[in-house]
């Protein structure tokens, strides 16, 4: 393991480990001689203490960590001195290791350390014999299946936290793409058919042509300045431009001048007492409303449009019928273009309803329903 992955926090942490272990030894290895009837010698207290301290870089080195708490702990065990707490210095140290390291470097180690345990089941002053064998396995297969449990709930919390911060990503960059979508989307719309108004008229009737084309440089000039602004929504590290009003509601009369100066009568009718509406709601009403006259333009022929809300207690209903094509011609592809479907997916994500389809004089026809309490 990078030792430059263990922080101060760790390190003190290990270091006391170590030092509980190390008096644990000191204190435990003699009452545990005492109770199996083996003595202690010279060289018990000394390997004792250099499996328990080796514990204090477990984390930053744990595969040297591992072999020098096995070496100590199978001299220990071969020179036939006591079970006793060594044995936690060494389950800490497998442990260490499981979860630490990869899974197939840690099983290697833990192979290795289980080996190395077993010599004094054959070989030492007093070797236990075959019976030996099973607890000796223990003291191996215990730590590194906790171990590795523990390293698979940390990758798999770790999996989990990618995965939610690359959704949140997915969802700003849709949330960015379908309000960039929208103003784009209608400014072009509205300045190809201003622009096609000033050519057809611009040999015959100049002075109309004039008006189409200064029709195109205030729609654009409004389409640049509501793209600023939700840009500058987006970039929240600069602060937003003060004179710019946020897109709602309150700019629909200029969004219809704009598509009545593009040859698209609109009429707005309200049901009703309009009042001040969460900053959401406003938003989203005003894209609707922006994106279905868009949708006219482009696809509904000569035709009128109407708007209509209704304000009610604990919903706002935002309606656009045109008398234009039906659907059936409308896109020019078969299914719902991308402007529906980012109505309905911002419809919905403030838990309103959203229908589109064949108007009831024909036509087309856009509703969207908007509760207003829980966006509230």
Do not use: C
């Not at 030092?19 to 005492?34: D, E, F, K, R, S």
């Amino acid at each position: 393991m990078d030792r430059n992955r263990t922080g101060w926090g760790d390190r003190v942490f290990d270091a006391v480990v170590a030092l509980v272990l190390l008096a644990m030894g000191l204190v435990g290895t003699g009452p545990a001689g005492v109770n199996e009837g083996i003595g202690t010698g010279r060289a018990t207290y000394p390997l004792v203490a250099v499996a328990a301290l080796a514990l204090a870089a477990r984390r930053r080195w744990p595969l040297a960590t591992l072999a020098v708490v096995t070496a100590a702990t199978t001299a220990y065990l071969v020179l036939g001195y006591p079970y006793g707490p060594i044995l936690l210095s060494f389950l800490v140290a497998v442990y260490t290791v499981a979860a630490y390291l990869p899974l197939r470097t840690a099983a290697v180690a833990g192979g290795v350390a289980l080996a190395a345990l077993l010599v004094h089941v054959v070989v030492g002053v007093r070797p236990p014999g075959l019976l030996g064998a099973m607890p000796a396995a223990a003291w191996v297969v215990v730590p590194f299946a906790v171990g590795t449990t523990v390293r698979l709930g940390r990758e798999s919390t770790a999996r989990s936290r990618v995965d939610e911060a690359r959704r949140l990503a997915d969802a700003e960059r849709l949330r960015v793409a379908r309000e960039v979508h929208d103003v784009v989307g209608h400014g072009l719309a509205a300045i190809h058919l201003q622009a096609e108004i000033a050519l057809h008229l611009l040999a015959r009737k100049p002075e109309q042509a004039e008006a189409a084309l200064t029709a195109i440089s205030r729609t654009s000039k409004e389409a640049l300045d509501e793209l600023r602004v939700t840009l500058t929504v987006v970039r929240r590290d600069e602060a937003a431009d003060e004179r710019a009003p946020a897109p709602g509601l309150a700019q629909l009369p200029q969004l219809r001048d704009r598509l009545a100066g593009a040859g698209v009568p609109v009429t707005v009718e309200v049901t009703g007492e309009p009042r001040v509406l969460p900053v959401a709601v406003d938003l989203a009403a005003y894209r609707v409303v922006q994106e279905s006259l868009t949708n006219v333009l482009r696809h509904a022929g000569p035709a009128t449009a109407t708007v209509r809300l209704r304000y009610a207690a604990d919903e706002l209903t935002v309606e656009v019928t045109d008398t234009g094509r039906g659907p059936a011609s409308r896109a020019g592809r078969p299914g719902p273009g991308y402007g529906l479907a980012g109505m309905r997916e911002r419809v919905g994500a403030l838990g309103g309803s959203f229908t589109a389809g064949v108007g009831p004089g024909g036509g087309f026809r856009v509703s969207a329903t908007l509760p207003l309490e829980e966006a509230a």
